[in-house]
């Protein structure tokens, strides 16, 4: 039986790298302002693009649809978020921020990138830009493979030229 040398899996490196850096966020988030887990991601994402789906902030967010309900429930209740029915297509609800969570964005963003400076400290700038030509490659890479498939790649939620902040996690 074969089996996988978990200490060359570039996959389990990532994914360790992306949830302790997720935790920590977790941690400090709900330190600060008292929100962890999804919530700062949902406003987040909204802080980027308004008046999406919950099926779109899903995807943003890494979550699960039915997962994310309670969520934006519970946000809706605590004043972070209201839904609107769409108007073209009255089974979805657009979510929009509320001025409660839009006065959290610059400083959910501040601590985002204190975390992301404790978690880059002691890399340099050449071995920062190496790692991210790499990533992106790997990426091309195997959004090529699932085309081949005859699958679709999901698009680039987290991108969105209408917006003029400086101050997104886009530029993490």
Same mark, same amino acid.
């Given at each position: ?5 978990? #200490? ?10 992306? +949830?302790?850096?997720? +935790? ?23 802080? @980027? +693009?308004?008046? @999406? ?54 400083? @959910? ?13 002691? @890399?340099?700038? #050449? ?5 991210? #030509? ?32 400086? +101050?997104?996690?886009? #530029?993490?």
């Amino acid at each position: 039986m074969k089996t996988l040398d978990l #200490k060359e899996s570039i996959g389990l490196l990532l994914k360790t790298s992306a +949830k302790t850096w997720e +935790k920590a966020a977790d941690i400090e988030l709900r330190e600060r302002f008292g929100i962890a887990g999804a919530k700062w991601k949902v406003i987040v994402a909204l802080s @980027i +693009k308004e008046g @999406i789906t919950q099926k779109h902030i899903s995807d943003m967010v890494f979550v699960e649809a039915p997962t994310l309900v309670p969520v934006l429930d519970k946000m809706q209740k605590e004043g972070y978020l209201t839904r609107q029915a769409d108007p073209n297509d009255r089974r979805n609800n657009l979510i929009f921020m509320t001025k409660k969570s839009k006065d959290l964005v610059d400083s @959910i963003i501040d601590c985002i990138l204190d975390i992301r400076n404790m978690g880059l400290n002691k @890399i340099s700038k #050449k071995d920062m830009e190496i790692t991210k #030509k790499v990533l992106s490659q790997i990426a091309s890479n195997t959004e090529e493979f699932i085309r081949q498939k005859g699958e679709k790649t999901d698009p680039d939620l987290w991108a969105d030229p209408q917006n003029e902040s400086k +101050k997104t996690l886009v #530029k993490l």
